[in-house]
């Protein structure tokens, strides 16, 4: 049974960053796409970020692209995801999910219908 589990959330101000870090158990790590995604109060969950199972293909919604790094190391099965210049509109859970296989790219709606989920880790952005 392939299980993830995120850390690394919490409350920060305006302009200051975060790095969420998500930890895979139970499979091949290194045959595993993962993304990052988020949800905010009233709002569809959205993908922010996804790597690919050999680190060398990354994919960032606009809305985060040259403030959020997603990174992998496959010796310690986890996959960070590093925040910089957050803002109030980045406050969400922010969950990470898998998929096995290694094609270079995956629509969040494989995501949702054939992931491996974690629970979720609140960051909240507020002055």
């Known amino acids: 049974q392939v299980q993830l589990v995120e850390s690394g959330g919490g409350s920060v101000q305006p302009g200051d960053s975060l790095n969420l870090a998500c930890t895979v158990s139970g499979g091949p790590f290194s045959s595993y796409a993962v993304g990052w995604f988020r949800q905010a109060p009233g709002k569809e969950r959205e993908r922010v970020a996804q790597i690919s199972w050999s680190g060398g293909n990354t994919h960032y919604a606009d809305s985060v692209k040259g403030r959020f790094t997603i990174s992998r190391d496959n010796a310690k099965n986890t996959v960070n995801l590093r925040m910089n210049s957050l803002n109030p509109e980045d406050t969400a859970v922010y969950y990470c999910?898998?998929?096995?296989?290694?094609?270079?790219?995956?629509?969040?709606?494989?995501?949702?219908?054939?992931?491996?989920w974690g629970q979720g880790t609140q960051v909240t952005v507020s002055s």
């Open positions: 999910a898998a998929i096995k296989g290694t094609e270079p790219f995956y629509s969040a709606v494989y995501y949702y219908t054939s992931g491996y």
